[in-house]
């Protein structure tokens, strides 16, 4: 069996010990007869499941007793709007901060909503840095702020938290989530998809501060209200219990890897070895603003665009795959979260080195 060097944005490579074990207890999970799959969400050894996943991923993010987890559907996208749905609380207006691709979508998803207000924006350098919170203009009667943490296509990410005093921060963290240490206690509310940087595609975790919910004005339809789902502890109708399953084994391997600070260290030094190698030669490019750059994604173009073909070829050719850009950016873009190994990112810049002395 030979496993590829997998650099996709998303849905993402998983560390190669979950996969063994959830194959190894695919037909029978720790003598039930069943797979995971195959068990009913409300049974006792499926919720034993869920609660070991819910309790390791407070504990690697040290989430706050009065911050409600949720397991939900639906993606990202869904949460552009129940963000909207259920913070504007009665409010008229939000804060939205537009950092590139992902930022704006969120922005033009609340405008069906509310009014937004775009407190920064970084179109005036083409989505390559994040705007310092000097330069935001936030409105006084905002029900909440919003900005993304790290644009996946973009590559930029914010190194810093912002600040906004009593009104609500919200953040979208899909694909930097357990990167990095962060105080959840500085949030509002939390949201991720699972496929960047903790499971497979359809789970949807969100972290929301408890007075928060219940709040919606107009009171929201039932699936749209987190309300709904703290009540229920995410069983008010079938979760996706695959994906919880796996995140779980995700979280263990967090915790064996010692956790988010130290899974921080080895994602420091990987995109270190992959920036610093773009900045010692012309023939490839990051254009990101070096304190904003990406630890999770990295876009990168070569001196001449004709080449980008035979680069990707001879990269699927040494097992390295992925890594064209997203079709709006065109390029490259290799990312490279938790799961992937130091290995994998000096595989591909030696790869890089050897293409640019054959064709530079
Ligand atoms: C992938 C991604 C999304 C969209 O996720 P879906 O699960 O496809 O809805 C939103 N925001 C960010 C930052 C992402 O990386």
């Known amino acids: 069996m030979a496993r590829v060097i997998n650099f996709s944005a998303g849905p993402a490579v998983l560390p190669e010990e979950v996969l063994r074990q959830a194959a190894e207890e695919m037909l029978d999970w720790r003598g039930s007869g069943q797979s995971v799959m195959e068990m009913s969400h409300r049974g006792k050894d499926f919720m034993g499941i869920a609660a070991q996943a819910e309790a390791d991923l407070r504990e690697l993010m040290g989430i706050p007793a009065d911050y409600k987890v949720l397991f939900l559907q639906g993606g990202a996208s869904f949460q552009f ?79 810093w938290v912002p600040e906004t005093g009593d009104v609500p921060l919200v953040c979208d963290m899909s694909s930097n989530i357990l990167s990095r240490p962060v105080d959840v206690g500085r949030f509002g509310l939390i949201y991720a998809g699972a496929q960047k940087n903790i499971g497979p595609a359809g789970l949807t975790i969100v972290i929301v501060r408890e007075d928060l919910v219940g709040q919606a004005q107009p009171k929201p339809p039932a699936m749209l209200d987190y309300k709904t789902h703290v009540d229920a502890e995410s069983m008010y109708n079938t979760p996706p219990t695959y994906g919880i399953y796996i995140a779980g084994l995700v979280f263990q391997w967090l915790k064996r890897q010692g956790g988010v600070a130290a899974v921080e260290q080895k994602n420091i030094e990987k995109a270190r070895v992959l920036y610093d190698y773009l900045d010692s030669t012309d023939f490839y490019r990051n254009p990101v603003a070096p304190a904003d750059r990406s630890r999770m994604n990295v876009p990168f173009t070569l001196k001449d665009p004709a080449l980008d073909a035979d680069f990707l070829k001879g990269a699927e050719e040494r097992g390295m795959v992925q890594l064209k850009g997203h079709r709006i950016s065109g390029g490259m873009r290799a990312s490279i979260y938790n799961a992937m190994p130091l290995a994998g990112v000096q595989a591909l810049v030696d790869y890089m080195k050897e293409f640019a002395a054959a064709r530079g």
Not at 90 to 103: C, F, L, S
Not at 123 to 138: E, F
Request: glycine share 8%.
């Open 81 to 159: 709007e129940m963000v909207p749905i259920n913070l504007l609380r009665g409010k008229p207006r939000a804060d939205y901060v537009n950092t590139g691709v992902w930022g704006d979508k969120a922005i033009k998803a609340a405008k069906t909503f509310c009014h937004v207000n775009v407190a920064a924006d970084a179109g005036d350098k083409g989505y390559t840095y994040a705007p310092a919170q000097a330069d935001w203009r936030l409105s006084r009667d905002a029900a909440y702020v919003h900005y993304t943490a790290n644009e996946t296509i973009g590559g930029v990410e914010f190194n």
